[in-house]
């Protein structure tokens, strides 16, 4: 049986072009999580995980739509291949139900790994150059010192609570726990 995989970041992205590549593949039956590739545990594909059998083959229309990581991308893969059945991608061309397409799979895995950790530190260098120059990254602080002394003696002196404080604030509570 030929199972297809979807996956989309976010709830406001659409699995439409994917489930319709999917089926056009062939896919008998389609699972499909709307959770960031980053994170291992999801419910749609565990589900599939378990439910696999010997001779199935896993299809998804990038293999980045399995898993964002090398590590995660051959654990699943192996899962895959543990339980008898096969994985295929298709805008790379991969199937591992042969020994070529193993081969592929292997080659083409390692190329993203590379990849996102040659971004990772471009990423870094631009960040430390940044500072030498003396930029500060990062989203700028909620509550300026100030605002964040009248926290403190809303809190100390008032006994307001924190939910109430950060009402009055528009800011989260952690925010005015951290003040």
């Known amino acids: 049986m030929i199972i297809g995989y979807a996956r989309v970041s976010t709830e406001d992205q659409s699995l439409d072009a ?3 590549a999917l089926t056009a593949a062939g896919a008998n039956k ?3 999580d709307r ?3 980053s994170k291992r545990e999801r419910p749609e594909l565990d589900r599939m995980l378990e439910q696999l ?3 199935d083959i896993v299809t998804v229309t990038k293999y980045d739509r399995l898993a964002r990581s ?3 991308l051959l654990e699943i893969v192996e899962t895959i291949r543990g339980r008898g059945a096969g994985f295929r991608s298709l805008a790379e061309d991969i199937d591992t139900t042969t020994p070529a397409g193993r081969l592929v799979f292997h080659v083409f895995a390692s190329i993203a790994q590379f990849e996102r950790e ?5 990423t870094k260098e631009g960040l430390a150059s940044a500072r030498k120059r003396g930029r500060i990254g990062g989203r700028p602080p909620a509550l300026s010192p100030a605002q964040k002394e009248e926290v403190r003696r809303m809190r100390d002196d008032e006994h307001r609570a924190v939910p109430e404080i950060a009402r009055l604030f528009k800011v989260s509570e952690r925010t005015v726990r951290r003040a």
């Not at 040659?118 to 471009?122: D, G, Q």
Request: charged content about 40%.
């Open 35 to 37: 959770i960031s590739g």
């Open 53 to 55: 059998r010997d001779g």
């Open 70 to 72: 090398l590590k995660d």
């Open 30 to 32: 389609l699972f499909a």
């Open 18 to 20: 994917q489930t319709d």
């Open 118 to 122: 040659r971004i990772s530190e471009r």
